[in-house]
RNA sequence: GGUCCGUUCGUCUAGGGGUUAGGACAGUAGAUUUUCAUUCUACCAACAGGGGUUCGAUUCCCCUACGGACUACCA
């Protein structure tokens, strides 16, 4: 056992978008498998065909795709477990159910939603404080054990509708070693005769879950902690099938709270956080209104996967070092799930900007530039390659995402339509003006296009007239980019070129007087 | 309500019977910068409470409080 192959599996329901904790769970999972040299499986979770939602599964393999988790089997890629659809696996889960049922730890039951209903309005009647379809319970319902043996025959012939449930022993101590957890006990008479197989023969979450992962050889169960509950009842299903030898281990990840540390993260916080809550912008519907919504994702609001996942990582892992960045490469290396915390973590909006911050500060020019090139393209603005990145370089210290470029770079390809007033009305006065036309004149005359000779030449004309450079500055700054505030003024100057430079400034003049 | 899980700076966390309880983000202040930003430096700031065990508990045990998850023919 300890020497298997380790297999993991992430396994989402195709009920909407993927939201940011599933895909640490996602890529907890990948960690680890490639951590141990193991294979990363990837399992649509089906079953429930009413909440099935077009795209979903799309979604998923293209969030997966964006995040750089690689899946080596599953859907998508395929593989000798194949299909990997549990829709798909329908016919396969029968006869586990079968076998339980003939060996005596599950069997029919007949009652309709109505009936449940009563039932379990009795109990609360009764004051029981927690209404179950139990040991206890189960004697009074219509199912297999308590109705004669040909009658029950007579109901599955005449094509009764109905399910199978798990015969849970009424007094039983569950325990299990989860791996972030420890011993972990439940009695059993705190779990309930879960359905295995619901009435339109599919099978539901449980059974097909611990089917799933025993044939497709799973190792490790990595999951979010809102599954510990039923743990347990995980344990009994593998024993009563006979597998309880090769049994995964399981690990239960801690939770992931929204800021204010009220409960899960949901799908359906959607954007109502002032963040993003999915990897990718998501164009859904309205669940009561019908209305097409769309929420917005990591990816469209300009973060960089690898910010997004070293984040990620961090949110109920850590290294023990105290080295925060991390590539994908240096996670694989580090991981350990020993080292993943028990308790529930608050998503920090702050983090994830500066590790976008950081990510984006460390990319090259070259790489950086296609994001300011494509918003030029979209504003039909044309720039070459070797200007873009010029803008780039000395623009990426003082944006948070890449998406900033075109809005904080505007004026490299647009001449101001209006002054920082602030600026104009402490610092503008004649004499200003006049060393600025006197500055325009002496460029149109220059041959100088660095930025040091930009600035000898500025020197020289404002000291010419009798100025200090340190007054003319700022106004100098605002005549020719508008703004008050910008990366260094004579790189800048330069990019821009002497003719425009001359041109705004006397534009300028004529505006401000 | 019941069952289970959890609780170290505002946030993410390290640590672990004797520590000035460490780091990062955020915040504040200063330095650098013609501006803003960056960068650098400093500061602020935490062991939920009560009982044990112990020479000594933030660390181990119990209780309480608080928070969360689960409690479907959903996953």
Redesign the pocket.
């Known amino acids: 056992m300890t020497e298997r192959e380790v297999r993991v599996r992430f396994?989402?329901?195709p009920?909407g978008p993927l939201h940011i904790g599933g895909v640490r769970t996602a890529l907890y999972n990948y960690l680890l498998a490639r951590k141990l040299g193991g294979k990363m499986l990837l399992r649509i979770?089906?079953?429930?065909q009413?909440?099935f939602v077009p795209g979903a599964e799309n979604y998923i393999l293209e969030a997966l795709a964006w995040c750089g988790i690689v899946i080596d089997e599953g859907v998508g890629t395929g593989g000798p477990h194949a299909p990997y659809r549990?829709s798909e696996r329908k016919p396969m889960y029968k006869q586990y159910a079968d076998q339980l049922i003939a060996s005596g730890h599950a069997y029919y039951?007949?009652?309709?939603?109505e009936e449940?209903d009563a039932m379990?309005a009795r109990l609360q009647a009764a004051k029981v404080?927690?209404?179950?379809?139990n040991s206890i319970t189960r004697a009074q319902m219509r199912n297999s054990l308590t109705l004669p043996e040909d009658e029950v025959k007579q109901l599955l012939d005449s094509g009764a509708?109905?399910?199978i449930r798990l015969k849970v022993p009424r007094k039983e101590e569950v325990r299990f070693q989860?791996l972030?957890?420890?011993?972990?006990?439940?009695?059993s008479?705190?779990i309930?005769d879960?359905?295995l197989?619901?009435?339109?023969g599919?099978?539901?979450?449980?059974l097909?879950?611990i089917v799933d992962d025993h044939l497709m050889e799973i190792s490790h169960v990595i999951r979010?902690?809102?599954?510990?509950?039923?743990a347990p009842l995980h344990v009994l299903l593998y024993r009563y099938l006979g597998w309880e030898s090769t049994m995964p281990q399981f690990a239960?990840l801690?939770?992931l709270?929204k800021?204010d540390?009220?409960?899960?993260l949901?799908k359906r916080d959607g954007d109502k956080l002032g963040f993003p809550v999915f990897p990718l912008e998501w164009h859904g519907i309205d669940g009561e209104t019908g209305e097409p919504t769309v929420s917005r994702g990591y990816r469209e609001d300009g973060y960089l996967p690898e910010a997004f996942i070293n984040f990620l990582a961090?949110?109920?892992?850590?290294p023990?070092?105290?080295q925060?960045i991390f590539s994908m490469d240096e996670l694989i290396a580090s991981f350990s799930i020993e080292?993943v915390?028990?308790?529930?973590?608050?998503?920090?909006q702050?983090?994830v900007?500066?590790y976008n911050?950081?990510y984006l500060?460390a990319k090259s020019d070259a790489e950086l530039a296609p994001y300011l090139l494509t918003a030029l393209a979209e504003h039909g603005i044309a720039c070459d390659q070797a200007k873009a990145e010029r803008i780039v370089s000395v623009m990426k210290?003082?944006?948070s995402f890449p998406k900033d470029f075109w809005q904080e770079a505007k004026y490299f390809f647009q001449a101001p339509d209006s002054y920082d007033e602030q600026v104009v009305s402490k610092k503008w006065n004649p004499q200003v003006a006049a060393a600025l036309t006197a500055y325009a004149e002496a460029l149109a005359g220059t041959a100088e296009s660095t930025a040091e000779g930009l600035?000898a030449l500025f020197n020289q004309t404002v000291e010419a007239q009798g100025m200090k450079?340190?007054q003319v500055?700022?106004t100098?700054?605002v005549a020719v980019t508008g703004?008050?505030?910008?990366?260094?003024?004579?790189?800048?100057l330069a990019i821009l070129g002497t003719a425009e430079v001359a041109a705004r400034l006397q534009t300028a003049v004529k505006t401000l007087g």
């Open positions: 396994a989402p329901s009920t979770e089906d079953t429930d009413n909440r549990q039951a007949f009652d309709t939603p449940l379990r404080p927690n209404p179950q379809y509708q109905y399910v989860d972030i957890r420890g011993w972990v006990v439940v009695h008479s705190a309930d879960k359905v197989m619901k009435s339109d599919m099978p539901t979450y449980h097909a879950n979010g902690e809102e599954w510990l509950p039923s239960h801690p939770l709270l800021p540390g009220t409960g899960k949901s961090f949110l109920g892992w850590n023990g070092s105290q925060e080292r915390s028990k308790s529930p973590a608050r998503f920090d702050n983090k900007k500066w911050e950081h500060r210290e003082r944006v600035k450079p340190g500055l700022q100098l700054r703004g008050a505030a910008g990366p260094d003024l004579f790189e800048t």
